[in-house]
């Protein structure tokens, strides 16, 4: 009974003092620890005031050093500054002694120009007086006159002037035909000779185009299916071509109407292709057209580098070369321009190599000249403004664009545009480059021939050369050399105030005096 008494409590004793002595083992570690936490943060904190030291340190350091740089900076730049101070002063200085020296000179000009004043004053008034003596004698000489004459003053200037006239009327065309004749006594002979070998050296094809075209049918059945159903595939054709189809009687053939050539031959094309395909509707038939302008617009661009190859051109631009090559489809008085294009570069080249000039450069200006004539219809002024403008536009140098733009002035600026003019003669001047109707060439002749017959000095007036030429022969007791060499210019400005024509007419005047005697 006491044994189980004892035992519980002693238990309970043994766990107390367990527990005390765990709890002073514990306190024990506790400061143990303590102790040693308080040593590492003094380690810690020692090391962060060095390291805070060392900072400062550097920080210190970094600042004088910035401090020093700005220093010196600032100094640098106040040296500049007064540098720049110092040169405004020496050149303050020097235009202020230029400003003394020029108002010196000013003051030396003026004080000549005042005495020169003072000399004009008096020269005047010595004129003045010189005037009076000379007028007051001139009346006395008037009076004297018409008391010898017994003609009034306004009468004898009236007879005096006109007989002045008439006399300076003849030497002035003595005078000119003299100075004329000098001029082309060497220069005439030198420029046949240059236009000659250049006709000689060059010989074009010609390509003559109408405002129709004739396409050949392979049956005539083929018109009901142009024609369509109530008419809508020609419609059609038309609207999207912009062309007039002409379908009549004539056997086996259709007629293509319209004034610009391009078009007119994608309508050709589109055409022929529809009879190929034989599906004529007029969806197929805008799909054809499609196609046909754009193998049109790649047969223009080839033209025209083609044109451009074989006259040597170099660094013209590719829309240039597209306007030149339009101009296979564009004709001029019956002359296809690019092939008359090319005529002129050729003989402009030629030509330049006779007279010592750049070929290239001659060339160049030969073959552009008519650039305009492609886009005359889409923009107003003549077609030598229009090309001048498209050149200007698309970085042709200044010489360029004045030849083009001066190529029918009269007379241009330049040697270049004299050339293309001469080359442009003679390129629409040759035989069969161009043509015109039989009414209107003899209209033209007639009319070469009524304005010189018109002259009564004139007996008879022959047109030749199939008008480049107009003869006129005088009588010669109502006319004199001089005369008959002023006629021949008066004539000449007549034609080209009242005609329109290709190239140059030529006016030769004849005037012969025949005397005949018989011995008995």
Not at 241 to 263: A, F
Not at 500 to 505: D, L, M, S, V
């Amino acid at each position: 009974m006491e044994l189980h008494v004892l035992s519980p409590l002693l238990t309970a004793v043994s766990a107390i003092a367990g527990g005390a002595i765990g709890y002073v083992l514990v306190r024990k570690s506790a400061a143990s620890i303590v102790s040693e936490s308080e040593k590492r943060a003094e380690t810690i904190l020692d090391a962060a005031r060095i390291e805070a030291e060392a900072m400062k340190k550097a920080a210190t350091a970094e600042a004088l050093e910035a401090v020093r740089q700005d220093r010196e900076e600032l100094e640098k730049n106040q040296r500049n500054s007064n540098e720049a101070i110092r040169r405004r002063e020496e050149k303050l200085d020097r235009r202020e002694e230029d400003t003394d020296r020029a108002r010196q000179r000013l003051e030396k000009k003026e004080e000549s120009l005042e005495v020169r004043r003072v000399s004009l004053d008096e020269q005047e008034k010595e004129l003045e007086s010189k005037s009076r003596a000379l007028a007051d004698r001139s009346g006395e000489l008037d009076a004297a006159l018409e008391r010898t004459a017994r003609l009034s003053a306004e009468e004898a200037k009236a007879e005096l002037l006109s007989r002045v006239e008439e006399t300076a009327k003849m030497d002035a065309a003595g005078i000119a035909r003299r100075i004329e004749e000098e001029a082309k006594e060497n220069a005439e002979t030198e420029a046949q000779k240059i236009v000659a070998l250049a006709v000689q050296r060059f010989s074009g094809e010609y390509i003559a185009e109408r405002t129709v075209t004739v396409v050949q049918l392979n049956d005539d059945k083929m018109k009901g299916r142009i024609i369509g159903r109530e008419g809508r595939n020609i419609r059609a054709f038309e609207m999207i071509t912009g062309v007039d189809l002409v379908v009549d009687d004539t056997p086996e053939t259709v007629i293509i109407s319209c004034h610009n050539p391009l078009r007119r031959e994608i309508a050709r094309l589109t055409l022929e292709k529809l009879m190929e395909d034989g599906r004529i509707q007029p969806g197929r038939i805008e799909e054809i057209y499609q196609g046909v302008t754009g193998d049109t617009e790649r047969n223009i661009r080839e033209a025209g580098q083609q044109a451009v190859f074989d006259l040597g051109i170099q660094g013209l631009h590719t829309e240039l070369v597209r306007l030149m090559g339009i101009n296979k489809f564009r004709t001029s008085y019956s002359q296809n321009v690019l092939l008359h294009s090319s005529e002129v570069s050729y003989i402009c080249g030629i030509m330049a190599d006779e007279m010592g000039l750049d070929r290239n450069m001659a060339r160049r200006v030969g073959f552009l000249h008519d650039i305009g004539k492609a886009v005359d219809q889409e923009f107003e002024g003549s077609h030598a403004d229009i090309g001048a403008d498209l050149l200007k536009k698309f970085g042709e140098s200044e010489e360029v664009v004045r030849a083009v733009r001066e190529h029918h002035d009269d007379p241009p600026s330049t040697i270049w545009g004299v050339m293309i003019q001469a080359a442009d003669t003679l390129s629409a001047a040759r035989p069969g480059a161009r043509r015109e109707t039989v009414t209107n060439y003899i209209k033209r002749m007639e009319e070469l021939e009524e304005i010189a017959t018109r002259r009564p000095e004139v007996n008879k007036a022959y047109a030749i050369q199939s008008g480049r030429e107009l003869r006129i022969i005088l009588d010669s007791e109502r006319s004199t050399d001089d005369g008959a060499f002023h006629l021949a210019k008066s004539v000449a400005a007549e034609i080209e105030a009242v005609l329109t024509y290709p190239g140059q007419i030529k006016v030769t005047v004849l005037r012969e005096l025949r005397a005949t005697a018989f011995a008995k």
